[in-house]
């Protein structure tokens, strides 16, 4: 079991960059797939990039050239940056530890335009 906290969240205007964290209750990124996904009212929550305990990374077509996930064994983290934000981003973003099926509660994203 483990538990997972998302932040950093928040409003930004079209271009803008956001940054968003997830801690771990304890050490597991070693050992699991972490990822990123996000939803839209209306819509299904999709991928938005993973990262291997290689630290293989992979990303949704949408938001390749502009999010860089990256993650920090010691620290217990996984981050997401987001650069060159659109309308379209905005969504409420969970991490998510595919071997223990632990989702955050999520952060929203806005994306003004």
């Known amino acids: 079991q483990v538990q997972l906290v998302e932040s950093g969240g928040g409003l930004v205007q079209t271009g803008g960059s956001l940054r968003l964290s997830c801690a771990a209750s304890?050490?597991?990124?070693?050992?699991?797939?972490m990822g990123w996904y996000r939803q839209a009212p209306g819509k299904e929550r999709e991928m938005v990039a993973t990262i291997t305990s290689g630290g293989s990374t992979n990303y949704a077509d949408s938001v390749k050239g502009r999010f860089t996930i990256s993650r920090d064994i010691a620290e217990n983290t996984i981050d997401l940056q987001m650069n060159s934000l659109k309308p379209e981003d905005t969504a409420t973003y969970y991490c998510?530890?595919?071997?223990?099926?632990?989702w955050g509660q999520g952060t929203q994203v806005t994306v003004s335009s």
């Open positions: 304890r050490s597991i990124f070693s050992i699991n797939v």
């Open positions: 998510y530890a595919h071997f223990f099926r632990s």
